[in-house]
Each structure stands twice: as C-alpha cells, then as structure tokens.
C-alpha cells in the first residue's frame, strides 16, 4: 500500500488536506465517521481504476474550521466549496455515513457538479419507530465495535501511529467527532429528506449488513425519495462504516456502479 | 467569611440495589422511581430546611439547576428562589445558577433573575454555569460543539440587557433579537453579583478575572481534591496582577457536624453513602460529548499526563513501587480528580471511611471541623463556603441538627476569618427600612 499525494487547499481561511492517487477518471470520496485519520485499503481499491481524491471536510482529521460552521447552509457552501478546490467538480462522488450525507445534499443541490453518486449508509435522516444509534453517547471501549463488524479494524485507523504528536493526535480524533456533532447532534437528522426528491444523479445506496448505527429502512426511504431510484447493495459482514470491513466487496459495488 | 447554605434537593428514596439495577442516575433515569406525592413531601422538606438555614443565621442560601437528575430536583432554581425571597428576610438568595445557553431566549435569564431581584430587595446572587454536559448536551439536546460560543454571547446578552437604559437590538452569532428591553429591571446596580462555577480550565479563571466575577469551585469531591484547582486559579490570579482576596473565590464542601467525631460518622454515614453511591452512579456514556471540553482544555490535559508519564519513567524502578505505580494515577494521592467526569465518576470512594478519608465530608464535633475548614479556606483562600449540610437521604430532623449546630459552634469561629478583605461580590439589597415587610404565613382560610 503506498502513500497518497497530499495537498491542502483553503475553505473560509482554513486547511483542509486533500490525498489525490491513481489514474483514470476522478473519484471524490467523503469520509464517515470520524473521518480518515491515516490512508486505508478501500481507497487503494478505487485507485487501482480511477484517480480517487479524497479531499477532508472542515473539523475531521487533516482540516480545521468547523467550529466557525454554525448553520447547514454554513457546512453545505464550505463542502461545495471544498469539492471544487479539491477539482472534483463534475466527477463521480462517493461518500460513507457522514460524508455520504454530503454527496447527497451536494447531489441535490448542484445536480451538475456531480456525474454518478454512491453513498454508503448516510446520516440526516431519523425515524422515531426505528431510531439510528447515539453515536455520541458512548462508552469509548464500546465504539469501534459499534462502528464496524470487526472493532480492530476501527481501533487500528485510529491508533496513534509511531511518531505522531501524542497530544495532538487524540485531539485530532476528538475533533472529528466534534465535528460530526456539531452538524448532525443531537439526531443525526438535517431533513435531507426534503432535499432528496431534487436528485438527479444515478444513485447506489450501500449498506453493511451488521450495520448497528443506521437501521437498514433507511435504505429504502431514501430510495423511494429518490425520483430515479437507487440501486441498494447488502454488503455481508460489514458494520456502518462497510469500506472499513470490507474494503474490496465495496470499492467493486462502487466501481460497478460508476462504470 | 460568608458561609452559605447550599442545597441540591436530591431524591432521598432512591432504591437500595440502584447500582446494580440502573445505568445511571442521570439523562435517562427511569420514571418508575418517581413518585410524585412523595416528591411533594420532599420538595417542601427542603425549602423547610432552607428557610431553617436562613433562619439559623446563614449568609445565603443556594440552589442550583439541573435536568433529568436524581440527585438534583431543581430544573428551575428560579422558583426555589422566589418562593424563599417570600420566606426570608435578610439572607442573599444564591442561584448557582442558571445554563446561559439553555434559555431561549436568553434574556429569559435576564428578567427572572431581575423579578427574583426585585421580589427580595436586591438579595439575588447571579449564578451563570455552563452546565454539566448531562444537563446541557444530552438532557436538553444543546449541541455540544457550540455550547460554550452559545454561553458567552447569552452572557453578553444578558449582561446588556440589565444595564441599557434604550431599547437595543442584538445582532448575535446565534441570537437576534429586533427589541430587547427588559421589565422588570435588577434593583442592585449595575447589576446583581454574578459568580461563575467552573472546573480548573485556565479560560475560565481569566475570564472571571478580566469580568470582575466569583470563581466557584463546585466539586463533590472535597478540599484535598479541590487544592490543585484552587492554587492554579489564585496562580493565574498573580499572573494577572489581581489582589488576593479571598472573596474572589467560592467553594463547596459537605460538612457533618456532631459532638465528636465518632458520632458524625455514625449520623453522617448513611447520608454521604447514599450521595457518593447511588447519586453518583452516572452512565460514563453521558459525560464527555465530543467539543464540550475545549481543545485547549483537552491539551492542558493531556500535556500534563504526558509530563507525568516522563517523569514516571525516569523515576527508579524501587521509587515507583513505593509510590504505587500499579495504582491508577488519580487516586495516588487519595483525592479523586480525573481529566473528565466520567473518569472521576469511576474513581468515587462510596464508604464512610474512604468518603471522608479523601475530605468528600468534613466531619468532627464542632470544634474539630471548625478547625478543619479554618484550614481549607485558608490553604484555598477562599472567603466564599457554600456547604452542604443536607446531602444524599439525609432526614429532614438530622439536617435541622446539622445546620443548627453548624450555624451556632462552627459558625462563630469562622466568620471572622478575612476580615481584613472587603467582600466587593456580595448583593447590595434596599435599606431594611425601605423593604416590603413580609406577613408572616398565614392561609387565608386560617383568618
């Protein structure tokens, strides 16, 4: 597994960094919870077809400036813009539970600055019969296994490599879910409902089978939201952020349906 | 000094097995343990022993907020407080306080407080917290990642209201109001004493600092625990070039008086093991919500940590085993101190003997714990004691004898203390003369 390219572009006088690898058409990807605190295998999958940029949305690790975010609309001009720096303009978008929320606002919002979409399990919605998870009232010990089907994979992203800085590293983990709190607390729910009949992009939903923060009739609902549709895909063995569990059955469901 | 008398009307009949059965005595505690009619007899129990207290001679006597709470049945210390300013005379009424960011709008604050206020004669104590994250982020669903940005501009908020004379409008980051102008008005001017609770972040203790308000110091866990913070906050104080005086600091602490040591113990036990057990007994999951401890906060924390575990290391192996190393870090000292509430909450002591071993409770004949908290608010500097003489399921007849005995053999000895200081944080109530005389309480149908 080799080293992504780095570079940090500028959101509201803020960096964010963005890793760029592989050749071929452009693939943005917008991380999940707690956001990509080291490179991970699921992205060398897509790279091996595609040129997959990964740009880091305001607050998560590698970028700063959530905290002068206050408003959705604040979040949703910061992510478009960061899309755009970050060259992603008009390419195919993927994203997983929290960025996944964002490919489809973004989808919605600016039908054209994206071309096919694929989202894994995405935050924004909330169903009182069939609440998602409290992602944030949570024993420490009790989250990685929330997270993914197998906890060691999460608990692995986010252990502090050798060398880092051994303050600021927790608090760039902190920060991440801080980051996800201040646009999704106290329920996860933004109302992108009312945003998704405006969708115009082939959509495939994704979604781990042992998922245990977003309840799977959320699939659905957003499915028949959806004016086109989406194709949804059952990934065996994967937990909500699936592209940790299972990297290579959810870069080919991705891959298939960019085409 | 001024001793004030502090009350978090807990619910005293909390089952026996409360530990075993339920997470948490906190945000999702369960409605079955409820019980309305016997809350009645516990409500008006405790503004009994309020008003006792004022009777008895207290300074003040304080209430404070909190939501979804066993141990705390106050979601509204503003109605404790009007109903006490209808029931007292002289004594200042403290509400430690009100969560600036739960109100909206915030100048809710700023006329309560002033109705509060105005009903006592200018006796009302501002308190404004934070809050705790079970009663802000997960009780009242405030978002933790702009709670404190929400506290600071509600402060401002309210603090202008108070004193503009001309109707403003308030352009805030989260409030906007076209028309605010507030009736009624504060009779203390500019404005009544505000004091700040806080835990030991150094932003906190400079903001009081650079505002000219109280810091308070509102921890269960005692003196022993409550020394570091306190010599970080009058540190930060001689970094600032401000005076040492003793008033510009508050500090609670839970007292047991009897007419020797063994007998506190023996009266207190129940009571402080009931509080430190069951009352206690918060879900980690609710204490720590990601951004409600500042970044800076955070660093300190773990700077610190860092620098204890190099000079762990560099210590001989024989030095580390004396000092024992196998134990968890916090409690080497026998003090319960812990970088988040949840690690604290783990470390709590919940027997009588290790509760006031780790100064939770200071206990003793009068004399004894005359002498004790001479030496607290001495070693703490703090001229400001808001004690808890009523505690866990303490009855309301053990309360009574506490705070009397308090109020007539410890009192006299401490008053005197920082005489020398002049309290500028205090209420300036009306001239007695010129106060509405309060009947004495009659029912109507009683005439």
């Known amino acids: 597994m080799s080293e992504p390219t780095t570079t940090t572009v500028d959101v509201n006088g803020h960096p964010c960094r963005v890793w760029t690898k592989g050749s071929g058409p452009k693939i943005g990807f917008l991380a999940g919870f707690g956001g990509l605190p080291r490179w991970i295998p699921f992205?060398?999958?897509?790279?091996?077809?595609?040129?997959?940029?990964?740009?880091?949305?305001?607050?998560?690790?590698?970028?700063?400036?959530?905290?002068?975010?206050?408003?959705?609309?604040?979040?949703?001009?910061?992510?478009?813009?960061?899309?755009?720096?970050?060259?992603?303009?008009?390419?195919?978008?993927?994203?997983?539970?929290?960025?996944?929320?964002?490919?489809?606002?973004?989808?919605?919002?600016?039908?054209?600055s994206v071309r096919r979409i694929a989202m894994i399990a995405p935050f924004g919605l909330f169903d009182e019969k069939d609440p998602a998870t409290d992602v944030w009232a949570q024993r420490a010990e009790d989250v990685p296994g929330l997270l993914c089907a197998n906890g060691e994979i999460y608990k692995e992203m986010k252990a502090m490599p050798a060398g880092a800085n051994s303050v600021e590293w927790p608090i760039e983990q902190t920060r991440a879910a801080e980051a996800a709190a201040r646009i999704f607390w106290p329920l996860g729910n933004t109302k992108l409902e009312r945003r998704l009949p405006l969708i115009t992009a082939p959509t495939l939903l994704i979604w781990g089978e042992a998922d245990r923060v977003m309840p799977r009739s959320y699939a659905d609902r957003i499915a028949k939201a959806i004016p086109a549709g989406a194709k949804i895909t059952t990934i065996v063995g994967a937990g909500h952020l699936a592209e940790l569990d299972q990297p290579e059955a959810v870069a080919k469901a991705v891959l298939g349906h960019m085409g | 000094m001024k001793l004030m008398w502090f009350h978090l009307m807990p619910y005293t009949e909390l089952p026996e097995d409360?530990?075993?059965?339920?997470?948490?005595?906190?945000?999702?505690?369960?409605?079955?343990?409820?019980?309305?009619?016997?809350?009645?007899?516990?409500?008006?129990?405790?503004?009994?022993?309020?008003?006792?207290?004022?009777?008895?001679?207290?300074?003040?006597?304080?209430?404070?907020?909190?939501?979804?709470?066993?141990?705390?049945?106050?979601?509204?210390?503003?109605?404790?407080?009007?109903?006490?300013?209808?029931?007292t005379t002289d004594t200042a009424i403290c509400v430690m306080g009100n969560s600036l960011a739960l109100y909206n709008p915030p100048t809710r604050v700023a006329e309560e407080f002033a109705m509060i206020d105005c009903i006592s004669g200018g006796r009302l104590i501002a308190g404004f917290p934070v809050g705790t994250p079970m009663d802000t982020t997960f009780a009242y669903g405030q978002n933790p990642s702009m709670l404190r940005e929400r506290y600071l501009e509600a402060h401002d908020l309210v603090m202008r209201a108070w004193q503009e004379k001309e109707t403003f409008a308030f352009n805030g980051r989260f409030n906007q109001q076209r028309y605010v102008n507030i009736w009624p008005r504060p009779i203390q001017q500019p404005h009544p004493p505000v004091w700040i609770p806080g835990g030991g972040s150094v932003e906190t203790w400079r903001w009081c600092a650079e505002m000219d308000y109280v810091y308070c110091y509102l921890s269960y866990y005692g003196y022993k625990a409550g020394q570091a913070t306190m010599q970080g906050f009058w540190d930060e104080m001689d970094r600032l070039g401000k005076d040492r005086n003793p008033y510009r600091a508050g500090f609670l602490q839970f007292v047991g008086v009897a007419e020797s040591h063994s007998e506190a113990m023996e009266r207190y036990a129940e009571a402080a093991e009931y509080f430190y057990g069951r009352c206690l007994h918060v879900d980690p999951r609710f204490a720590s919500p990601p951004g409600y401890n500042t970044e800076a906060t955070m660093r300190a924390g773990l700077e610190s940590q860092v620098k204890r575990a190099a000079e762990e290391a560099t210590r001989a192996p024989s030095e580390q085993a004396q000092a024992g190393h196998n134990k968890p870090k916090d409690q080497l000292a026998g003090v319960t101190t812990g970088t988040t509430a949840g690690t604290r909450f783990n470390m709590v002591a919940r027997n009588m003997e290790d509760i006031v071993e780790r100064g939770y409770v200071v206990v003793g004949s009068p004399k004894d714990v005359a002498e004790q908290l001479e030496h607290v608010a001495k070693t703490l500097n703090v001229g400001h004691f808001m004690l808890l003489l009523q505690y866990g399921n303490m009855s309301k007849d053990l309360t009574k004898y506490n705070t009397k005995l308090f109020a007539e053999q410890v009192m006299p000895k401490l008053k005197p203390l920082f005489s020398e200081w002049e309290d500028r944080w205090w209420p300036k109530p009306m001239e007695k003369s010129a106060r509405a005389a309060l009947p004495a309480f009659r029912p109507a149908a009683a005439e």
């Open chain 1, 43 to 112: 992205l060398d999958h897509l790279a091996e077809s595609r040129t997959v940029v990964v740009p880091s949305m305001p607050g998560f690790p590698g970028a700063t400036g959530h905290n002068i975010l206050d408003t959705h609309l604040d979040w949703l001009v910061a992510t478009r813009t960061l899309l755009e720096k970050a060259g992603l303009d008009g390419a195919d978008l993927a994203g997983s539970s929290v960025g996944a929320s964002f490919v489809a606002e973004i989808a919605a919002l600016w039908p054209q």
């Open chain 2, 18 to 87: 409360f530990r075993d059965k339920h997470p948490s005595v906190w945000v999702d505690i369960h409605s079955s343990l409820f019980d309305p009619k016997r809350a009645h007899h516990m409500y008006n129990d405790f503004m009994d022993e309020m008003e006792f207290a004022a009777d008895c001679g207290f300074d003040a006597i304080c209430c404070n907020e909190h939501h979804s709470n066993g141990y705390g049945l106050m979601p509204s210390p503003n109605l404790i407080a009007t109903a006490l300013a209808r029931r």
